[in-house]
């Protein structure tokens, strides 16, 4: 007897262990695939906030430009600076054949043309002087200076000749390979080209589609919410609204995009790939996140306190307005701040709306075309060049950021309020 | 004088009935209080005579309640002004999680009460004092309600009932959280408010029925079994029934 109840209780310890040993395993997994992820989005993301630039001489001969000694401004702007600029890249060889001559322009960005504009309309004094300027590199040099180019491939299969390796570890040598802080990778719009692609236009859509989906979503959904908490009958009706609305939050993305196309662009003929399009199709999938978190905190304030407004003699409204609603705010806010962040996060539907199209403009209102960030990392995905790798992860760590901030911002409302009431 | 009275009140829980015919005057500026088992329908009887038995969907409350010869249950009644009239206080102390300051001129405000600070500053220290609260409170009335003790709390709330000036308050066991001093400080504060206000206390404790209360009604399985003067009620019962709950024969 003594020795089964010995047997038995051995087993349920071992029992015990053997499920703690599983819990802490599934725990360790998880936090596993998480570093890896965060590990690999870090290490090939890195590099995009840095930019090679190439630092040329350039000669601006007032004579190559048809420009006289003293020009206005508006010669400044008209001015031929496509010669002298071809001119300061032929340079770097001067024994450059033709063919090398095209591939020595092609070392730095189609951009180049207008940087060394940029800076003779800065500092008019330079006409007619030398001055070493610094040229966005190609995004293949630009990925070879970061050590991501396989330099040791054989020639046909690298988009960099020989030729330009050539120039460009003499260029390394001379010291006039530089890396600095890649500013325009957060203010430009997208770009074919990688070395010039940044995220200021799908940031920028990203919190024009986040602030329509909140202006629209979260009024309704709270008004919906109190109305169905505090107001309404409870019956079947009600009992019915409730099921769809939580069936509404497990509709998958995608659909409410075929919705915003079917409904927003095709019958109402708003503009295609605008934030106003995108935010009223997230506010469609966030509302039920919103109404769910609502009444869940309306549920969560304790009936006495709805029961004493009453007995005070106030009114079904005074009572829900004086009292619960702002007692369930906290909660409420915080569901809201969850449910823009998974809005935030969401590219299916707007790829369906057309925010998936190619926008080199930074959107001024949520009437003007833009992508988004998530859509961002779509596009970049897909494309060839090996300069977007480092992008995908690079707008990938935005957008984390942002969605972590996000988070946290709904925690502390959540804890401040919470002491507040305890 | 009879400030109250039932006639032939039925209350319905869906189809479970909780209460039946209960006939029973309440007399004014005195202390009634309302005993027997737990689920015998006192506490149901009590939210009755204010209609917060409206709150419950299911609920359904048949007969006629006479406040000052008005049928409470009548179509007519406006329910925000009959609890203006008769307040209550509830079995848990729930001050509103805002100030003290705040909890006690809630109802005078949105009752159009007090017509400046200077007399809403008036109202919250009358209603306090009378609460025997202010003394306590006076140097915190902007600090949090629910900062309070718990017997405090209570204090608070009866402070908040009588901010409106009702006729009538209805007390659901308002001393069943609460320790055996704060209980006493309660049972005092309603002897004193009985000389303005008409008391209606449900309780679980017969010695707090005997000490507080000049009438008395045994509530049993929804029935309203003996009603009449405590001092009756208490030493030579009518009914075997109440001689045995009084006994603790069973309850």
């Avoid at chain 1, 840095?50 to 020009?71: G, H, R, S």
Wanted: net charge neutral; charged share 20%; with cysteine.
């Amino acid at each position: 007897m003594n020795k089964n109840k010995e047997k038995l209780l051995a087993k349920r310890y071992s029992s015990e262990k053997r499920f703690q040993f599983l819990g802490k395993s599934a725990i360790f997994m998880a936090l596993l695939f998480l570093a890896f992820f965060i590990f690999k989005i870090f290490s090939t993301g890195y590099t995009a906030f840095q930019k090679t630039w190439l630092i040329v001489p350039v000669n601006f001969d007032a004579e190559t430009m048809y420009l006289d000694a003293n020009p206005s401004k508006e010669d400044l702007e008209d001015a031929d600076y496509f010669e002298i600029s071809l001119q300061s890249m032929f340079n770097l060889d001067k024994n450059a054949n033709e063919k090398q001559q095209n591939e020595l322009k092609k070392m730095v960005s189609y951009f180049f043309e207008r940087e060394i504009k940029q800076e003779l309309i800065n500092d008019p004094s330079l006409l007619g002087k030398t001055k070493e300027i610094y040229l966005t590199a190609s995004d293949d040099l630009d990925q070879v200076f970061k050590g991501n180019y396989p330099r040791d491939l054989p020639e046909k299969q690298r988009r960099v000749t020989d030729y330009q390796l050539k120039i460009f570890d003499q260029l390394v040598e001379q010291g006039k390979v530089e890396s600095k802080f890649n500013l325009s990778f957060f203010t430009y719009p997208d770009s074919r080209e990688a070395e010039l692609a940044g995220i200021a236009s799908s940031f920028m859509g990203s919190i024009f589609s986040i602030l329509v989906c909140l202006v629209i979503a979260f009024p309704v959904a709270v008004l919906a919410a109190i109305y169905l908490e505090e107001f309404a009958p409870k019956n079947r009706f009600t009992d019915f609204i409730e099921v769809n609305i939580n069936n509404l939050a497990a509709v998958p993305s995608i659909v409410f995009g075929l919705l915003g196309l079917g409904i927003l662009l095709a019958v109402f003929q708003l503009p295609r790939s605008t934030p106003l399009v995108g935010g009223i199709t997230l506010s469609l999938m966030t509302l039920p996140t919103i109404i769910i978190a609502c009444r869940a905190s309306l549920k969560a304030v304790p009936p006495s306190i709805r029961e004493a407004a009453l007995a005070m003699g106030a009114s079904r409204m005074q009572t829900t307005m004086h009292h619960t609603v702002p007692l369930s705010m906290p909660g409420t806010l915080s569901g809201t701040i969850i449910g823009l962040a998974q809005a935030l996060g969401e590219t299916a539907p707007l790829i369906l709306i057309g925010m998936v199209a190619f926008v080199n403009t930074i959107p001024g209102s949520p009437m003007d075309p833009a992508a988004s960030l998530p859509v961002q990392i779509y596009i970049w995905a897909e494309s060839a060049e090996r300069g977007f790798v480092e992008k995908v992860s690079a707008c990938i760590m935005v957008l984390l950021g942002f969605l972590i901030i996000m988070n946290l911002f709904a925690q502390i409302i959540r804890h401040k309020f919470e002491k507040k009431w305890s | 004088m009879i400030k109250i009275s039932a006639k032939n009140v039925d209350v319905f829980y869906g189809k479970k009935q909780a209460l039946f015919n209960i006939n029973l005057d309440i007399e004014e500026n005195q202390v009634t209080a309302l005993i027997g088992p737990s689920g015998c329908g006192k506490s149901t009887f009590l939210r009755c005579l204010n209609r917060m038995n409206d709150v419950i969907d299911i609920c359904k409350v048949q007969g006629e309640i006479v406040i000052n010869d008005f049928n409470i249950n009548d179509k007519g009644c406006d329910v925000v002004r009959l609890r203006e009239k008769i307040g209550m206080v509830f079995q848990k102390p729930n001050p509103f999680p805002k100030t003290l300051y705040e909890n006690i001129s809630y109802g005078p405000s949105i009752h159009g009460m007090a017509q400046s600070k200077q007399e809403m500053d008036e109202i919250v220290e009358i209603s306090l004092k009378k609460a025997a609260l202010w003394e306590e409170v006076k140097d915190r009335l902007h600090e949090p309600g629910t900062g309070l003790s718990g017997g405090q709390q209570q204090r608070l709330c009866i402070a908040r009932a009588i901010s409106v000036q009702p006729e009538v308050i209805l007390m659901d066991e308002p001393c069943s959280a609460l320790d055996p001093i704060a209980t006493a400080q309660i049972e005092e504060l309603i002897d004193e408010l009985k000389k303005e206000h008409t008391i209606i206390i449900v309780t679980h404790s017969m010695a707090q029925a005997a000490r507080v209360s000049q009438r008395t009604g045994f509530f049993h399985l929804g029935e309203l079994i003996e009603h009449g003067l405590t001092d009756k009620i208490f030493k030579n019962p009518d009914n075997t029934k109440t001689q045995d709950y009084i006994t603790g024969r069973f309850g």
